[in-house]
């Protein structure tokens, strides 16, 4: 009986999380189409969280089916690759900023990880967790992008990976949105960088 509940309720749950996540992916569209540049920016602040919270999974297929649809993918979607090169520039920021070895040894970890593997989550489980003011260079960082690539009206027309390769989807289009994708992704990490050795860290946690 206990194994009947159980296998009833994951499969409702499932449903649950699947419409939900449907939902909000549709929302995410919507509310891209309805405030241009500023939907990339607000969903470039907020991405990672969602990869936080594993919701970013979900959210994305209403996109992907876009994408399959369309041939190439634009507004609100795209503020997630500024999103991951902000994460890159927050452990970036943390290893220019942390005074112990062992920290900056993990830092440079967390940004090798991102950069070349394509994997946030060490950055966010195991530096924004332990350091939460460093969510706000995060959050800065993907905004920042995600505005440029929002008013540059940058396009994606490759499904790229989400390391430093990331920037080949901006290939097929114009030159232009090539240039303009690129800037956006550098202006995340920059962003993000500047801000986590600046703001993302107490005087009690670099004395730590």
Same mark, same amino acid.
């Given at each position: 009986?206990?194994?009947?509940?159980?296998?009833?309720?994951?499969? $409702? =749950?499932? +449903? %649950? /999380?699947?419409?939900?996540?449907?939902? &909000?992916? *549709?929302?995410?569209?919507?509310?891209?189409?309805?405030?241009?540049?500023?939907?990339?920016?607000?969903?470039?602040?907020?991405?990672?969280?969602?990869?936080?919270?594993?919701?970013?999974?979900?959210?994305?297929?209403?996109?992907?089916?876009?994408?399959?649809?369309?041939?190439?993918?634009?507004?609100?979607?795209?503020?997630?690759?500024?999103?991951?090169?902000?994460?890159?520039?927050?452990?970036?920021?943390?290893?220019?900023?942390?005074?112990?070895?062992?920290?900056?040894?993990?830092?440079?970890?967390?940004? $090798? =990880?991102? +950069? %070349? /593997?394509?994997?946030?989550?060490?950055? &966010?489980? *195991?530096?924004?967790?332990?350091?939460?003011?460093?969510?706000?260079?995060?959050?800065?960082?993907?905004?920042?992008?995600?505005?440029?690539?929002?008013?540059?009206?940058?396009?994606?027309?490759?499904?790229?990976?989400?390391?430093?390769?990331?920037?080949?989807?901006?290939?097929?289009?114009?030159?232009?949105?090539?240039?303009?994708?690129?800037?956006?992704?550098?202006?995340?990490?920059?962003?993000?960088?500047?801000?986590?050795?600046?703001?993302?860290?107490?005087?009690?946690?670099?004395?730590?």
């Amino acid at each position: 009986m206990v194994c009947i509940i159980r296998i009833r309720w994951r499969w $409702i =749950s499932t +449903i %649950i /999380g699947t419409i939900a996540g449907n939902l &909000l992916g *549709g929302g995410i569209v919507a509310f891209g189409n309805a405030t241009g540049f500023l939907g990339v920016a607000v969903l470039g602040a907020i991405w990672e969280l969602l990869v936080l919270t594993g919701m970013h999974m979900v959210v994305t297929m209403p996109f992907f089916l876009l994408f399959f649809e369309q041939g190439y993918q634009s507004g609100a979607i795209l503020g997630a690759s500024c999103a991951t090169w902000a994460c890159f520039g927050v452990a970036l920021g943390a290893f220019l900023r942390m005074k112990k070895k062992e920290d900056k040894s993990m830092s440079l970890g967390f940004f $090798i =990880s991102g +950069i %070349i /593997g394509g994997v946030t989550e060490p950055t &966010l489980y *195991g530096l924004c967790l332990q350091h939460r003011r460093c969510f706000i260079p995060l959050m800065l960082g993907g905004f920042a992008g995600g505005a440029y690539m929002g008013i540059a009206n940058v396009c994606q027309y490759v499904l790229a990976g989400s390391n430093f390769l990331s920037v080949i989807g901006f290939t097929g289009g114009t030159t232009a949105n090539l240039v303009n994708g690129v800037i956006a992704c550098i202006l995340s990490m920059v962003v993000a960088t500047v801000a986590t050795y600046f703001i993302g860290f107490s005087k009690e946690e670099l004395e730590a």
